[in-house]
């Protein structure tokens, strides 16, 4: 006979789990939304504190926080009775809620709170029954140029894309040797975060930051010294385009997932054209075929279905046959200590003969 009480199953309750997701993402952006991870970051606060700082009901933001914290984010100090006077303080998952901690992911809980992030995910089943993108359901503009018209989601999501930056340049550093090289050109390089860190490892390096003007204007203050002693240099173009020729290394991180294959091509092709016979082209994603990063690249796919259309996260043999087609051919796949991987593709041989 079963005991009273006792769990039948586990798998019910993992699946219930699973669909309460939603209500924790909507929690975790509101206590974001209200500043409540700054609030707490000197030490722990009263209930009473928080919710007259935020203008909020207090009785309701305990029910809040009180529901963060049976996941582990915040913690309820005990002793206390009245709700008023509970007090509330970080723990270590918390504190990466914080818009100043090393790796913050506030930026993130702010972008995933944007009510397009939301209706977005309303036409999964027209992006699954149709192939489309759905962006254009929810806004009119083409996404980026709706990101770059509205200038507080874009601070939000380029804040949010150099604190992930800052978690993972050390592993991409860490995985690759760069030490052979002597030019390496960065493209679509955001904040030069990857660029500024192989030049701090290897002395002798030199980089090229190729990204559209508005990017560029952090890039030059975080590469400012490199810049300075002649060891960088930013130019301002569609990577699509306009590549600068003879580099050692080509880096292309976290572009193409955000591109059709027509898109791919282009990009491959301008890269093709700017290598030597003896250039490596380094093409760094998450990849859904690898086992340490499948859940997160597997929906972070579903999120490119949605946004972008003909744009996807791609398996190793996807990739390899879209470098193949413009004369590249795949050296060997690299792990890093992160959900990206490295792909290192060199000119095929005919490419080089022809070369």
Avoid at 176 to 183: E, K, R, V
Avoid at 217 to 228: D, E, F, R, Y
Avoid at 302 to 323: F, I, K, N, P
Wanted: glycine letters at 6%; hydrophobic letters at 45%.
């Amino acid at each position: 006979m079963e005991e009273r009480g006792q769990r039948i199953s586990a798998a019910p309750w993992d699946m219930f789990e699973l669909l309460c997701g939603m209500w924790k993402t909507r929690a975790i952006a509101t206590a974001v939304e209200f500043g409540i991870p700054d609030l707490v970051a000197e030490g722990p606060r009263t209930v009473s504190e928080l919710a007259t700082i935020t203008g909020t009901h207090a009785l309701s933001l305990y029910r809040l926080l009180r529901a963060l914290a049976s996941l582990g984010i915040f913690e309820e100090v005990p002793g206390e009775d009245v709700v008023e006077a509970k007090k509330f303080t970080h723990t270590e998952m918390s504190r990466y809620l914080c818009s100043g901690q090393k790796g913050t992911m506030y930026f993130m809980a702010r972008a995933v709170a944007f009510p397009q992030s939301w209706k977005l995910w309303d036409y999964l089943s027209h992006s699954v029954r149709t192939g489309g993108s759905a962006w254009q359901l929810v806004e009119e503009e083409e996404l980026w140029q709706y990101i770059y018209n509205n200038p507080e989601k874009y601070a939000v999501l380029e804040q949010f894309f150099s604190s992930l930056a800052s978690l993972l340049t050390p592993a991409l550093v860490q995985a690759y040797d760069f030490s052979h090289a002597q030019l390496v050109v960065d493209l679509g390089c955001g904040h030069g975060m990857l660029l500024s860190s192989l030049l701090q490892t290897y002395p002798h390096l030199k980089g090229i930051c190729v990204d559209r003007p508005d990017v560029l204007t952090t890039t030059s203050c975080i590469l400012a010294s490199n810049i300075k002693e002649g060891r960088v240099q930013c130019i301002a173009a569609d990577v699509r385009q306009e590549i600068p020729a003879d580099a050692d290394i080509y880096i292309l991180q976290q572009v193409l997932h955000d591109m059709s294959n027509d898109d791919c091509i282009v990009v491959l092709k301008s890269c093709r054209q700017a290598c030597k016979p003896e250039s490596k082209l380094l093409i760094i994603e998450c990849l859904p075929d690898t086992c340490a990063a499948s859940s997160y690249g597997t929906f972070m796919d579903l999120q490119a279905l949605l946004a972008v259309e003909g744009a996807g996260v791609r398996t190793v043999a996807e990739y390899s046959a879209l470098a193949e087609a413009v004369g590249f051919s795949l050296v060997q796949t690299i792990p890093t200590a992160s959900f990206l991987m490295i792909l290192e593709m060199t000119a095929c041989q005919a490419a080089r003969q022809q070369d």
